[in-house]
């Protein structure tokens, strides 16, 4: 089915992230349901939900969050992994590849097609992005001209990986860990650590995710930067 039709943004996540999510499926035994019950104390919201769009546009989890043969063999089995991911990626991709030869197109040419999906600015680019190096993973021929502008960034998936038992939880791979984020000295730790969330969410998050992290902000402020008891009272000496 085409997945534009289905109203369905595709995947924008980091694909690492996406891999990451099948070695922990692969560690962890797959549900019967994905939901976020299930990923809630491993991702964060928006990292949560962004997968969940990706699983949905691929089919590899239904309309009740119900997971699909294809998502479970691509998790038990390592070796099938890049066969299924490829047939994911050509049938649910299949309107905005149709007229566009990958092997001789330029990147912008690809943004174009993306456009069919009614997504702009920096959505649009994680989702180029996310289907670069997906593609590039599964073994879709890709013209340098598209794989040029995305060779050296992170998330892509193309170094060699491990057996996923021997990985770290997938809490400590997403995209850039709050250590390599930079951080301000004369600042309060607590303030850099929600400074360093604030980094990784990035600018998608829902209005009840962005309300908690500045109520959260509000009382890290309070207690690490207390009103004094005099200016509190309004009490100053004259």
Excluded: C
């Excluded at 709050?178 to 303030?191: N, Q, T, V, Y």
């Excluded at 969410?201 to 004094?228: H, L, Q």
């Amino acid at each position: 089915m085409a997945q534009n039709d289905k109203g369905v943004t595709p995947p924008y996540v980091a694909f690492r992230t996406f891999l990451n999510f099948l070695d922990w499926l692969h560690d962890a035994g797959v549900p019967t349901r994905i939901d976020r019950s299930f990923w809630g104390e491993r991702l964060s919201g928006a990292y949560g939900f962004q997968l969940m769009a990706a699983l949905h546009f691929l089919d590899l989890i239904d309309d009740d969050n119900k997971t699909q043969p294809e998502l479970e063999t691509m998790a038990l089995d390592v070796d099938k992994r890049k066969p299924i991911l490829r047939e994911r990626l050509e049938e649910s991709y299949a309107d905005a590849l149709s007229s566009i030869n990958l092997e001789k197109a330029t990147h912008g040419e690809l943004e174009d097609r993306f456009r069919i999906y009614h997504i702009e600015g920096e959505t649009l680019r994680k989702a180029v992005v996310f289907f670069i190096h997906a593609a590039s993973y599964s073994g879709i021929p890709l013209s340098t001209h598209i794989t040029k502008k995305t060779r050296g960034m992170r998330g892509s998936g193309a170094k060699k990986r491990g057996h996923p038992s021997k990985r770290k939880p997938l809490a400590e791979q997403q995209d850039k860990p709050a250590s390599e984020l930079p951080r301000r000295h004369d600042l309060h730790e607590s303030i850099n650590g929600l400074l360093a969330d604030l980094a990784r969410i990035g600018p998608s998050w829902t209005k009840e995710e962005r309300e908690r992290w500045v109520n959260t902000f509000i009382a890290n402020v309070d207690y690490a930067y207390p009103i004094k008891a005099q200016e509190a009272s309004g009490n100053t000496k004259q």
